[in-house]
């Protein structure tokens, strides 16, 4: 397969990958511990230890995602595997309080997300091929900053108006925009070898 001039469109659904995901892939980030503390009024540092610990399973995750991501041909179900999890994480937020059940539902937000790093990279390298790899990688990163600025600009719009929970459900439909925009990318346009 000749990756030196990958199709527009293969192209243009990354780009939106790639913008959507912006919200989903760190799950509520810096969000999580406002939520927490203004919401259920949290002790900070029972709010650094729920974020430690998603840190760190994060963190033991990366190794064997990346594993399963080079081994697999199947690195678009990943991605879709992984938003449905982390979304469904953040979604349960509203309703649990305790430390236990946000740590576990923050913990598995973590872990799913770290497999949107490698799935990218690996569905952009089978795409474009190694010459055009940094290029696209560059698109990439621009678009994912792009996703990030608008969906912070609409949660604090959203959120004034509507509250803060709006905010999870703004991610719910960031989501099910990259479900739509990762299957946009074709099985058969990533070289699984290079990938």
């Excluded at 192209?11 to 913008?19: C, H, I, P, S």
Aim: proline share 5%; aromatic share 8%; hydrophobic share 55%.
């Amino acid at each position: 397969m000749d990756n030196s001039r990958p199709c527009a469109s293969h192209q243009r659904a990354l780009d939106w990958l790639n913008f959507f995901l912006a919200d989903v892939r760190d799950g509520l980030g810096p969000y999580l511990a406002i939520y927490l503390l203004a919401v259920h009024q949290w002790q900070p540092a029972s709010i650094g230890l729920v974020m430690s610990v998603a840190g760190v399973a994060a963190l033991l995750t990366q190794t064997p995602v990346g594993a399963l991501t080079d081994r697999t041909p199947a690195k678009r179900t990943l991605i879709v595997i992984a938003a449905l999890l982390v979304t469904g994480a953040c979604l349960l937020l509203p309703w649990l309080s305790t430390f236990g059940w946000v740590a576990v539902t923050q913990t598995l937000s973590a872990m799913a997300g770290a497999v949107f790093a490698p799935a990218i990279a690996a569905i952009s390298l089978g795409i474009c091929g190694p010459k055009a790899f940094t290029r696209r990688v560059g698109r990439n990163e621009s678009f994912n900053h792009a996703g990030n600025a608008v969906s912070a600009l609409l949660a604090g719009v959203l959120a004034y108006a509507f509250g803060p929970v709006v905010v999870f459900y703004l991610m719910a439909v960031m989501t099910v925009a990259s479900i739509v925009a990762v299957s946009r990318v074709p099985a058969a346009a990533i070289d699984h070898q290079l990938a």
